[in-house]
Each structure stands twice: as C-alpha cells, then as structure tokens.
T-cell receptor, first 116, second 115 residues
C-alpha cells in the first residue's frame, strides 16, 4: 500500500533562514507521481509542484526547490530565504499510476512558522 | 479562469441529519475528487468521479456518497451524520488528459460541524 511520511510536524524559523521540509514515500508501483501542496490558514490547498517517477531532475522555482531521490524514496522541499508569507502547512502527496485516475495519498503535513 | 468553487463554505448540522455539499470544477476539467480533512486523520481520499461515474473510492462507510453531473459538477452526500464527520471537505478537479495522473486543483473547502 502507498504511504507518505512527513516526520516534521512543525518547524519554526526566523525570516530569511533556509528551511527544508522532508517527505518520504512508499509505493510498489514503478510509475507514480509526487506532489507538494501548501495550505495557508484560509484552508485551500495550493498546488506547488508535480513530479513523475521517471524524472529525477531537481527543480527550482524562485525561492523554492525540490530534491527527488528515488534511491531513498524522498522528495524534499527547500525554501530559501524564508518569508513570513511562507507560513502555512505543507503537504507531500503520492499518486500511483496503477490506480487509474486520481487518488492522492497525503502525508501528515508540516506546519511551517516563519517569524519576522 | 475561475478556480474550483464549493458551496456552502460553512455548515452546521446535528447528529442524524444528512447533508449535501456541492463542487464546481475548473472549466474544462472532467475529473472531480473529494477529500476529508480532520485533525486526527489528516487528509483522506473519499472518492473520484469522471464522466459521471465513480472511478475510485476511499475507505469510508456507505453513508458517504457522491455523484457527478454531465457538466462535471459534483455533489457529495453524507447521511445519518455522526460527530466524527465534522471536518473540512475539500473538492479537487483535474483536466484528465487520459494518459497519466493529472494535477488536482483544490477548492476552498466546506467546513462541516456536526453537533
């Protein structure tokens, strides 16, 4: 069965610090997709990135970067020079291709607090 | 393009009642999924609809049901409400290009409180 673990339940940093959110996943499928979503206090899940299992290239988008390592089943998310607006709960999620369609398994989330 | 919309945003019901939540996907999106979010269980998949058919179902009792209309709008229904059904119910839509898992875009959610 698929599983996503986000071991860090809460992280607190001071503005401008770099922070890495960890995500470890389990799946038996060879084709799968990994996602990161951000949930601000308003509640809506905001899509950040999608990665398929065949693309291990790391990605950078502004202050955000993602490190995908199949060897360790990890898909970590780094925020560089954090800002107060980054404060939110961040979720890592997995979808297996064998489940035709869309069914996301989420990790427990990491609450990030960025203090000014 | 308008995002996923959900109505109502807040709802208070009492035990034993039933409730219907509505979701309008992003224009052109054909798949709609529903998730339940609670402090104890986190985010859990309820079900997914595509072309008016339920394509995937999570591990929830039969009191939870849904449907999708020809315009891709979806409703979910919870009958005989229990206190434990209090949660944020999130709807997500995806384009569904047919070959791979598409990105799901989420609505603001409906916060259901059962008293």
């Amino acid at each position: 069965a698929q599983k996503v673990t986000q071991a860090q339940t809460e992280i607190s940093v001071v503005e401008k610090e770099d922070v890495t959110l960890d995500c470890v996943y389990e799946t038996r499928d060879t084709t799968y997709y990994l996602f990161w979503y951000k949930q601000p206090p308003s509640g809506e899940l905001v899509f950040l990135i999608r990665r398929n299992s065949f693309d291990e290239q790391n990605e950078i988008s502004g202050r955000y970067s993602w490190n995908f390592q199949k060897s360790t089943s990890s898909f970590n998310f780094t925020i560089t020079a954090s800002q107060v607006v980054d404060s939110a709960v961040y979720f890592c999620a997995l979808s297996e291709a064998q489940n035709a369609g869309n069914m996301l398994t989420f990790g427990g989330g990491t609450r990030l607090m960025v203090k000014p | 393009k308008a995002g996923v919309t959900q109505t109502p945003r807040y709802l208070i019901k009492t035990r034993g009642q039933q409730v219907t939540l509505s979701c309008s996907p992003i224009s052109g999106h054909r798949s709609v999924s529903w998730y339940q979010q609670t402090p104890g269980q986190g985010l859990q998949f309820l079900f997914e609809y595509f072309s008016e058919t339920q394509r995937n179902k999570g591990n929830f009792p039969g009191r939870f049901s849904g449907r999708q209309f020809s315009n891709s709008r979806s409703e979910m229904n919870v009958s005989t409400l229990e206190l434990g059904d209090s949660a944020l119910y999130l709807c997500a839509s995806s384009l569904e290009r047919g070959l791979s898992t598409d990105t799901q875009y989420f609505g603001p959610g409906t916060r259901l409180t059962v008293l």
